[in-house]
């Protein structure tokens, strides 16, 4: 459970967990200290991708399957004692997806609530050009200077070459994990019947957000904040997710 799971602040009397999926390229640091700002009622966890920090010398995930079989199985009996809700960033947007989808086909479970950012709908079309893009065969100068220009890797992390060399193979594997995944609506009529938050930042590339209501017969709400790609790490764009999270499951009347 500790490896795979970096929970900052234990809550062993929430009425709720929050559990948070990382981007491509990250650890738990940043979602998981998102812990010590919310209410009593919410646990705030993250999870532990292998490959780094504490799992550093475990292998890269083969693909979106192991991961999804990895998280199903370690998180089973938790999420069946209480409520949860996801929240992913970019790349944990699709892996929070692709789990909730093997936990509610598997077992009957699902998120009181879906909260996703920064990520196309996983049925749509715009998600096919993410399939053939050819990261792993990127230079790391190119790379480096792609990872710069969304904003996601502190640039004075960059500066250090050993440092700089483990993030942008770390990316390359996450990036290979989401090359993986697939997920056709034709399989499921409605897979959810959560509500579905969606979060963009109004400078980054668009995504294809409205195809996230045709997964589920909950509601499907849209917010766009300001910032790239990595809008999320602005900490009045932090305050608003937390504080809009918050009130959602507050109001899931749990």
């Not at 996450?174 to 979060?199: G, H, Y």
Request: glycine letters at 6%; hydrophobic letters at 35%.
């Amino acid at each position: 459970m500790e490896k795979l799971i970096a929970c900052a602040h234990k809550r062993p009397d929430a009425v709720c967990r929050l559990i948070c999926f990382p981007w491509a390229g990250s650890g738990t640091s940043q979602l998981a200290q998102w812990g010590q700002h919310f209410s009593d009622s919410i646990e705030v966890s993250c999870i532990r991708f292998p490959g780094r920090e504490t799992r550093l010398d475990e292998p890269f995930a083969e693909d979106m399957t192991s991961i999804v079989n990895e998280v199903t199985s370690v998180l089973l009996k938790e999420l069946k004692e209480k409520p949860f809700a996801f929240f992913g960033h970019s790349f944990g947007s699709y892996v929070c997806f692709a789990v909730a989808l093997n936990l509610k086909k598997k077992y009957g479970l699902e998120p009181v609530q879906l909260f996703v950012s920064g990520a196309h709908a996983p049925h749509s079309e715009a998600m096919l050009p993410l399939k053939s893009l050819p990261v792993s065969n990127a230079t790391d100068e190119e790379l480096t200077a792609g990872l710069k220009n969304l904003g996601g890797i502190p640039s004075h992390l960059l500066q250090f070459e050993d440092v700089r060399k483990r993030l942008l193979h770390t990316f390359r594997e996450d990036f290979r994990v989401l090359q993986t995944f697939s997920f056709e609506k034709a399989e499921m009529d409605s897979p959810f019947s959560c509500d579905i938050t969606c979060f963009n930042g109004s400078d980054d590339e668009p995504h294809d957000s409205q195809g996230w209501q045709e997964i589920t017969s909950g509601d499907t709400s849209f917010y766009e904040l300001p910032g790239g790609h990595f809008y999320l790490l602005e900490p009045a764009n932090e305050i608003f997710l937390r504080k809009h999270i918050t009130r959602c499951i507050e109001n899931a009347g749990l």
